[in-house]
């Protein structure tokens, strides 16, 4: 749990869009039946945790999509270098 919450301190338009999407699983290997089975039970909302979700990444992306086209956006625009806090590694 302390990685959902981690992701969710760290995620800052919140007020644009209240999802973050998390990534799990071992290399190639894929999630192990442990990591699902917590997955199912976070399903439940915690006190004091975010809701959790198990599903594909294209219905995220198309949700947030969605509010990054809508005509209220509060999403920032950034203008020249982009620079990412919290990658873990690079492919070059």
């Given at each position: 749990?302390?990685?959902?919450?981690?992701?969710?301190?760290?995620?800052?338009?919140?007020?644009?869009?209240?999802e973050v999407v998390m990534n799990?699983?071992?290399?190639?290997?894929?999630?192990?039946?442990?990591?699902?089975?917590?997955?199912?039970?976070?399903r439940v909302r915690h006190l004091?945790?975010?809701?959790?979700?198990?599903?594909?990444?294209?219905?995220?992306?198309?949700?947030?999509?969605?509010?990054?086209?809508?005509?209220?956006?509060?999403?920032?625009?950034?203008?020249?270098?982009?620079?990412?806090?919290?990658?873990?590694?690079?492919?070059?």
């Amino acid at each position: 749990m302390s990685e959902i919450m981690g992701a969710w301190k760290r995620y800052e338009p919140k007020a644009a869009q209240d999802e973050v999407v998390m990534n799990y699983g071992y290399g190639d290997g894929g999630p192990t039946r442990a990591m699902i089975e917590c997955g199912i039970r976070l399903r439940v909302r915690h006190l004091g945790y975010s809701k959790v979700k198990l599903e594909g990444i294209v219905p995220f992306l198309d949700r947030l999509g969605a509010a990054m086209n809508a005509p209220n956006s509060k999403f920032p625009t950034w203008n020249g270098e982009l620079c990412l806090q919290y990658y873990r590694s690079t492919l070059t």
